[in-house]
């Protein structure tokens, strides 16, 4: 049925406290989903589960977990798993350090890779056999447009974010079958706490003033502004929703039409 309707359909939410993953939670509730909110920070997510709509009787509730421990997350979420079927998993967190690929040490490589690739590897795996028994899953990954056109200044990003693409690729090949969409979104610049540690980094970096910085990277992008949190939020729960049914394998920059290429 081609509807954005999310009723009784509940949603794992990553790296949910603020930014993108809580306007994701928020958009995915206004729909009717229920949301299991996940993160590090307790009283965030008590905080975050109190901003999601429930007028039509949606569950929320949360999870702690930390995603530099990929052991710990699937503990986490297998227990939860045992007695819940998720349909919708979101899988975002915190990005990797700013700083230039010459720069960055190996062990930073390996950190991004278990929190962004390992984690959302455990994620899909421990709940894609009841997606399967449901015929209905979305699995949808927040990356970054440096998937398409690598990003001045974010070197291990850069690096590990075009390795979740392909891994995103070849999972969304191995699950359509069974009713499961594998999609990606790239945010561009969005206003949260991640844009403005890249902002504040390169300041201190570089002695050039914010202000300045932010005029340089409107003028890269066509609408000459940031986004905001739900304008990405919007995308996610489109693909989420059953309307997105064939869409799969995708990944769509959501940055004002900043990459530049086709
Ligand atoms: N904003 C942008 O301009 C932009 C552009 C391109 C790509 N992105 C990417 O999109 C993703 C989300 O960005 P955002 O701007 O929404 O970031 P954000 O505002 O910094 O929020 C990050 C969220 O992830 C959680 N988190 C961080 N580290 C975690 C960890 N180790 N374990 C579990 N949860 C963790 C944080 O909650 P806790 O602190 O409570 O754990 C928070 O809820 C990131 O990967 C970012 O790099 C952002």
């Known amino acids: ?20 993953g809580l306007a994701s939670a928020k958009e995915l509730a206004d729909l009717g989903a229920n949301c299991i909110l ?3 920070n307790e009283q ?23 995603f530099s421990n990929p052991a710990q997350v699937q503990e986490v ?3 939860y798993a045992q ?10 967190s915190g990005g990797p350090a700013a700083g230039p690929i010459v ?10 890779f278990q929190q962004h690739l390992i984690c959302n590897h455990m994620l899909v795996t421990t709940l894609l056999p009841k997606m399967k028994e449901a015929g209905y899953g979305r699995i949808i990954n927040v990356i970054s447009t440096s998937v398409k056109v690598p990003l001045k200044g974010l070197g291990v990003s850069n690096t590990i974010r075009g390795a979740v693409a392909s891994w995103a690729k070849t999972m969304a090949n191995e699950v359509a079958s069974f009713g499961i969409t594998v999609n990606n979104v790239l945010p561009g610049a969005t206003s949260t706490g ?18 300045e910085i932010e005029k340089e990277m409107l003028e890269e992008i066509p609408a000459r502004r940031f986004g905001r949190p739900e304008e990405i939020a919007g995308v996610i729960a489109f693909l989420a929703s059953p309307a997105a049914a064939y869409v799969n394998g995708t990944s769509t920059p959501v940055d004002g039409g900043r990459t530049g290429s086709i």
Not at 86 to 92: T, Y
């Open 44 to 66: 965030a997510l008590q905080e975050a589960v109190k901003t999601l709509d429930a007028s039509k009787g949606q569950q929320h509730s949360y999870l702690v977990a930390d």
């Open 1 to 20: 049925m081609l509807t954005l309707d999310l009723t009784g359909k509940t949603a794992l939410v990553a790296g949910s406290t603020q930014g993108i």
């Open 77 to 79: 979420v297998a227990s």
């Open 83 to 92: 007695q819940h079927t998720i349909h919708i998993l979101i899988n975002n």
């Open 194 to 211: 991640r844009l403005e540690a890249i902002i504040n980094n390169k300041a201190s970096k570089t002695g050039i003033a914010q202000d």
């Open 38 to 40: 996940i993160a590090r």
């Open 103 to 112: 720069d960055a040490k190996p062990e930073a490589f390996i950190a991004a």
